[in-house]
């Protein structure tokens, strides 16, 4: 077991122990907010067909070519299509087609003008400009062509993804299982919330706080109580939470007090400590150990230290584990506000 690592190398060592992603298919609405674990191409183009952008008359744009305001093309209305069928008529010379929003363009026609373009007069419409050929068109494909990549594997699933692939008639999507991260409180003095306490007692806030955490993080939070400091007593609840969680995170019982026993429970079931301390404060005692391909952190029972170790190294654990791309903390540079004068040989976060 290294002890006293650097933040850097405690990144290194987590990162490097923990199991690749799992995936599985989900509906496509629940997965807002997944990672997208398929490239999604293309199964149709978009527009599935030539179709018109507005309400309007389809026809022959050379049927246009002299109209002027004060000479009209005059064409014979033949028909009329909606969004979702198909004119059973041909536009032919001196014809047009009344066509709606959305529908497919009919046969012979290669321009749709405007409603407010035209006047409707006895069965005809007038035309007093010439219209150019494809105006008002849109074509299949125009939009997405059939075999383009249009999602990346690892993208975070909005709503603007789920349209897209719901307009492919995509039902189900494959994304990456979130991680199920067991939280497990250690300490004599903590009493559940609803519980009344007795002096000395404080209530168990970690749990609820590293849980909240968890969830935000993207992990599904299993909350396994409170358990007192000794190792007989915590054992069990540890190899329980091991048996429903991919981590397990402790709070509390990692430093070098008689009661801190954590370190010892998790090498009573077999685990291989990994590392004890990280050259930083607060958050100084985390202990960090592998049982199988599954890992345990045991972080600070000081719930500011608890905290700002799990964003410094269990956040990008979970990030990881949820497949996402971009799993390390971002970095900015910034002036603070108000002097820090607390001196420290160690980092300070």
Known sequence: MLEHVALEEAWDIILKNCTAPETEKIDLLNSVNRVLAEDIYAAIDLPPFDRSPLDGYALRSIDTN????????????????????????????????????????PDGADAVIRFEDT?????????????????????????VKQGEKLIERGTILSYGEIGIMAAQGKDKVTVYRKPKVAVISTGDELKDLG????????????????????????????????VPDTIDGSMDRIK??????????????????????????????????????????????????????????????????????YELIVRPLIYKLSGRKNYMLQKM??????DFTKKSCQRRF
């Open 195 to 226: 519980e009344t306490l007795g002096h000395g007692k404080i209530y168990n806030s970690n749990l609820y706080t590293v849980g909240a955490a968890v969830l935000e993080s993207g992990g599904i939070p299993v909350l396994m109580g409170a």
């Open 240 to 309: 329980d939470a091991l048996a429903q969680a991919d981590i397990v995170l402790t709070t509390g019982g990692v430093s070098v007090g008689d009661y801190d026993v954590v370190k010892e429970v998790f090498k009573g079931i077999g685990a291989e400590l990994l590392f004890w301390r990280i050259a930083m404060k607060p958050g100084t005692p985390a202990v960090c150990a592998r049982k199988g391909e599954k890992l345990l952190i045991g972080l600070s029972g000081n719930p500011a230290a608890a905290l700002v170790t």
């Open 119 to 143: 006047v409707e007069d006895n069965g005809s419409v007038m035309i007093f400009a010439p219209l150019k050929e494809n105006s008002n068109i849109v074509r299949a494909g125009e939009d």
């Open 333 to 338: 540079t910034a002036v603070m506000e108000d």
């Open 66 to 105: 002299d109209a002027q305001t004060t000479t009209p093309a005059r064409l014979k209305i033949i028909a009329e299509v909606a969004a979702g069928y198909m004119a059973a008529e041909k536009v032919t010379p001196g014809t047009a087609i009344k066509i709606m929003t959305g529908a497919p363009i």
